[in-house]
T-cell receptor
Framework: KQEVTQIPAALSVPEGENLVLNCSFT??????LQWFRQDPGKGLTSLLL???SQREQTSGRLNASLDKSSGRSTLYIAASQPGDSATYLC??????????WGAGTKLIIKP | NAGVTQTPKFQVLKTGQSMTLQCAQD?????MSWYRQDPGMGLRLIHY???????DQGEVPNGYNVSRSTTEDFPLRLLSAAPSQTSVYFC?????????????FGPGTRLTVL
């Protein structure tokens, strides 16, 4: 059964720093991997989707990488800003297209 | 275009009470789903629907009922609330059920069962 893990559970960094969030999964036979952002009191917003055939996907200051063989994905945030403070979740679909979720990393960017 | 809306935002119930969490979307999406989110855990799928009149169970369906009489609405019913159902509930929708279709989420309902 696929399991998705995100470590650390929380991360606090000063504004302007580059940072990396981690996501690991146990079954490398995935269709894709998605990164979401969750703001307090709001729903989740899809940030990036990496197909299983891709190694990277970029959107603005965000860059997500995927290494299926090692069961890992990273979300790189460049030049962090206070507005980046949120919880970031990763998810992979199982064979029935249901998303299996990590518990998330709560990111705090200190001004 | 309101996207996915959920009501209420907050709810407190006593053990044994029943209630319905409302979810609606105005994007003509066929696929809708309900998740619960608990501290330290990923979202878990409760029920889902691939179209009006079709529903199916997810990972944690016990204690919950759903129906899909229209494309727009997908209510979640708690039959007899238990403290273990204290959680944040999210409704989501997408055009179809696929591994690549973007899911749109509602703002969530925070439920406390005493």
């Amino acid at each position: 059964k696929q399991e998705v893990t995100q470590i650390p559970a929380a991360l606090s960094v000063p504004e302007g720093e580059n940072l990396v969030l981690n996501c690991s999964f146990t079954d490398s036979a995935i269709y894709n991997l998605q990164w979401f952002r969750q703001d307090p009191g709001k729903g989740l917003t899809s940030l990036l989707l990496i197909q299983s055939s891709q190694r990277e996907q970029t959107s603005g200051r965000l860059n997500a990488s995927l290494d299926k063989s090692s069961g890992r994905s990273t979300l790189y945030i460049a030049a962090s800003q206070p507005g980046d403070s949120a919880t970031y979740l990763c998810a992979v679909p199982d064979s029935n297209y249901q998303l299996i979720w990590g518990a998330g990393t709560k990111l705090i960017i200190k001004p | 275009n309101a996207g996915v809306t959920q009501t209420p935002k907050f709810q407190v119930l006593k053990t044994g009470q029943s209630m319905t969490l409302q979810c609606a979307q105005d994007m003509n999406h066929e696929y809708m789903s309900w998740y619960r989110q608990d501290p330290g855990m990923g979202l878990r799928l409760i029920h889902y629907s691939v179209g009006a009149g079709i529903t199916d169970q997810g990972e944690v369906p016990n204690g919950y009922n759903v129906s899909r009489s229209t494309t727009e609405d997908f209510p979640l019913r708690l039959l007899s609330a238990a403290p273990s159902q204290t959680s944040v509930y999210f409704c989501a929708s997408s055009y179809v059920r696929s591994s690549t279709d973007t899911q749109y989420f509602g703002p969530g309902t925070r439920l406390t069962v005493l």
